[in-house]
């Protein structure tokens, strides 16, 4: 969420908030690690030029507790991670910008013991990745802007991981056969931003699918295999967003997400030390949905809050401990700040709350339970405009 400083000096009888427009949809669509899925268009607001630097840091823990093959136990993932980000955009006419954003946009990193009780069916479940995106916009009218960008994705870290021999039973058990692999991939994103009235906006923009082929190795203690690989598919994701002026220091954003889940519906494990491995997903096309608003204190203090709510993508029968994959809630508040003249810093705090019910069999083996997911979450940045 970017500051709202520049809507101080909004009328609401001009036309010329199409600058205003774009600081209040940066504003709004992404609760944290927001270049992620940024809008190309929104790029026309910069003056001269823009360097924001982020970091989003996480603090999880996920838990499940209930059954596996038929012994009862619970287990926890602590995990703390950080998810920088950033961009450097230069105006390079009246009617162009260019720009290049760094964001970590998928990111999973659940990994419990090795020799938990439910290790047969997850003990890491990791994706980890790094999106390089050159961007441009064009002011094609007073009221509409174009952008369109390249997608340039380093899948650097993906694991899937499990015990071939479930905790209790036999020497080897708690050794887990560890799948890892890595790959580059290319993708788009294209968008645009118009003025419906000087106090109402409107924003559209595309992400297309990413297939990653992945490739890596599988190990299970001194066996390896060099020739494991894996498709990993990234979803196209399309974003409406419209905003409302509510006054010249208040506005209010309204944004959904429809992401294409169900590209995903197998992931085959090829060439692990023990063959393949076919894991069904049958994920399911979802919309989510987020509320938000800034409000301009003073000249130099700006408040925000939202909330955020991401429907289920996968049935119960599939959903494993290690991507428990549910409805999630997602409050956050957060305040900006303004250093400097065109210097301005912001900090968000937001929760993740997932209740995810799991009830999956697979190859005969059955994991009945209930898996928490809570994650806290504190975004920084700083922007500059100079």
Excluded: C
Excluded at 125 to 137: A, E, G, M
Excluded at 278 to 283: E, K, N, Y
Excluded at 304 to 333: F, K, M
Excluded at 360 to 385: K, P, Q
């Amino acid at each position: 969420m970017k500051k709202l400083a520049k809507l101080t000096a909004l009328s609401l009888s001009s036309v010329i908030s199409f600058a205003a427009f774009n600081s209040a949809y940066a504003t709004s669509y992404q609760i944290f690690a927001d270049l992620n899925f940024a809008n190309p268009a929104s790029l026309n607001t910069v003056k001269n030029g823009e360097l924001i630097i982020g970091n989003a840091t996480l603090f999880s823990r996920t838990h499940f507790s209930g059954s596996a093959l038929g012994v009862n136990g619970s287990t926890t993932s602590y995990n703390n991670d950080a998810l920088p980000y950033g961009r450097i955009a230069m105006r390079v006419s009246p009617k162009f910008v260019i720009g290049f954003d760094i964001t970590e946009p998928y990111y999973t990193n659940i990994t419990y013991p090795n020799n938990n009780f439910a290790n047969a069916f997850a003990t890491a479940t990791v994706l980890r990745d790094v999106n390089y995106s050159p961007k441009i916009s064009y002011q094609a009218t007073e009221r509409l802007a174009l952008g369109a960008g390249l997608d340039f994705n380093n899948l650097y870290n993906g694991q899937l991981s499990f015990a071939l021999i479930p905790a209790g039973h036999g020497a080897a058990a708690g050794v887990p056969l560890i799948n890892k692999a890595d790959s580059w991939a290319t993708g788009w994103d294209v968008g645009l931003s118009y003025v419906l009235t000087p106090a109402t906006f409107l924003n559209f923009a595309y992400y297309s699918l990413i297939v990653q082929h992945a490739k890596g190795e599988s190990d299970f203690g001194a066996a390896v295999n060099n020739g494991f690989s894996a498709d990993v598919k990234l979803p196209a994701t399309w974003i409406v967003n419209g905003i409302q002026m509510l006054s010249p220091v208040w506005a209010l954003s309204g944004t959904i997400r429809y992401t294409q889940w169900n590209t995903v519906r197998f992931t085959v494990l090829q060439n692990t030390v023990v063959g393949n491995v076919t894991v069904p997903d049958h994920f399911y096309n979802n919309a989510s949905y987020e509320l938000a608003t800034h409000y301009q204190i003073n000249q130099k203090w700006g408040a925000l809050a939202a909330i955020d709510y991401e429907p289920n993508v996968q049935p119960t029968y599939t959903r494993n401990i290690g991507l428990p994959t549910y409805n999630r809630y997602i409050p956050a508040i957060g305040a900006d700040y303004e250093l400097t003249k065109g210097l301005k810093a912001k900090l968000i705090y937001a929760h993740v709350f997932v209740k995810a019910p799991i009830n999956l069999t697979a190859a005969g083996a059955h994991l009945l339970g209930t898996e928490r997911i809570n994650v806290d979450v504190l975004d920084f940045s700083l922007n500059y405009d100079f």
